[in-house]
């Protein structure tokens, strides 16, 4: 077994652990998703100060919740359309909403070509997202 495989069975271990208790608590798998939304702006306030490395540990933080978020859902046998779409959507924000700490970040210490950079990633962001939806929703056999 390599060193790499025993730290996914590692991982993947944790993952079961948590998504058992909240399972347990009967916490919504939609709340879920919304609290990975304020971990995450609350990780974009970070970046706007120039805090990377507490940023980092943030969205480690809030990439638990969305990794958990939908095991939830099919272990307390709630999944519905609406939350894969509103889990979608968050994501997209929480996307968006890392990117905008950046740019503030990088306006305030006037690194124009950074700004222009992030505004570029926050473009492809939306566009990668929107094209597939698209193609999803145009081409039947399109699985994006």
């Not at 347990?24 to 609350?42: D, E, K, Q």
């Not at 996307?95 to 006037?110: F, R, S």
Request: glycine residues 10%.
């Amino acid at each position: 077994m390599t060193f790499t495989r025993l730290i996914g069975l590692g991982c993947n271990y944790v993952i079961r652990l948590i998504v058992r208790g909240l399972a347990l608590s009967r916490i919504h798998p939609n709340a879920l998703t919304f609290i990975g939304l304020l971990i995450n702006m609350w990780a974009a306030w970070l970046l706007s100060r120039g805090e990377f490395l507490h940023a980092g540990l943030v969205i480690v933080g809030a990439g638990i919740f969305d990794m958990v978020d939908g095991r939830v859902a099919r272990e307390t046998n709630q999944v519905t359309r609406f939350g894969g779409f509103f889990d979608s959507v968050l994501d997209r924000y929480s996307d968006l909403i890392l990117l905008i700490g950046l740019l503030v970040y990088y306006g305030k210490i006037n690194r124009a070509p950074y700004v222009v950079l992030t505004g570029v990633v926050m473009m492809a962001s939306v566009m990668i997202s929107y094209a597939r939806s698209r193609a999803e929703n145009i081409i039947p056999t399109c699985k994006v």
